[in-house]
């Protein structure tokens, strides 16, 4: 919050909290609504509140965008859970989108097959069987790709949330990103507004022949910690593709 308050956040008056909203407009809404709750709690205690028309009039701009503002914004994003996305029930209290995350055992497992695709590289074979000269996907975009989204997310703490996972400023900016915003960003480019249930897409997009390998595309989408496939079928198909890859070595 330091580097928000040097950028003038603040709550002194109105306009310092429209600021405020402003300078933050770009950070995960978890982040968002953990600052303004701050700093409606700190205008209304502050020692100088009771003489401060000014700390009023700012805490009276974080409640409206607190009560009408954050509703509004948590509904926009795609794949909360409770919007029926397939993948279980509950409510986004993070507000964050493309929901559940994959669990963490989850894309650990799934690190032998990236290792076995980033040494294939430039060879006539992949593990998919066609030639792949492309640099693996997920070491594309440097610090906010998925490659550097995957190791901090598996480093996280069990109770770390994305939007608190703070990456620099975005080049050419002051502005600090988060990672729930930077993974939000590249799965909604990436998924299609009518392919976000596992209903809206062929098997054969998602798994190879054998069940339990995935695609090259559901990959990409894997990196992300995110699938359309609901996570007790995922957990039991990749084990049984840890599994089988175990055996292939």
């Known amino acids: 919050m330091s580097s928000i308050a040097q950028q003038g956040a603040g709550f002194k008056d109105a306009a310092t909290a429209l600021r405020t909203l402003d300078l933050i407009a770009h950070r995960s809404l978890l982040y968002q609504h953990q600052l303004v709750r701050t700093y409606i709690a700190r205008a209304q205690t502050h020692s100088h509140a009771a003489t401060s028309p000014g700390m009023a009039a700012a805490a009276a701009v974080f409640e409206a965008w607190q009560s009408s503002t954050l509703p509004a914004l948590r509904s926009q994003l795609r794949c909360r859970l409770g919007n029926g996305n397939g993948n279980g029930g509950g409510s986004s209290s993070s507000g964050g989108g493309f929901r559940p995350l994959v669990p963490k055992d989850v894309l650990a497992a799934l690190q032998p097959l990236l290792a076995q695709i980033e040494a294939e590289t430039n060879h006539a074979a992949s593990v998919w069987g066609a030639a792949n000269t492309d640099p693996p996907f997920w070491t594309v975009g440097g610090e906010r790709g998925a490659g550097a989204f995957m190791r901090d997310y598996l480093a996280s703490s069990p109770r770390a949330k994305l939007g608190n996972l703070v990456l620099g400023p975005t080049a050419g900016t002051a502005r600090e990103e988060d990672w729930e915003t930077v993974r939000y960003g590249a ?21 190879e022949a054998d069940g339990c390998t995935p695609t090259r595309g559901h990959l990409r989408m894997l990196v992300w910690a995110w699938s359309p496939v609901p996570t007790r079928t995922l957990v039991d198909r990749i084990r049984k593709f840890v599994e089988a890859l175990a055996a292939r070595m």
């Open 187 to 207: 799965l909604d480019g990436m998924v299609p507004a009518d392919r976000e249930t596992a209903e809206g897409w062929r098997k054969e997009e998602l798994w």
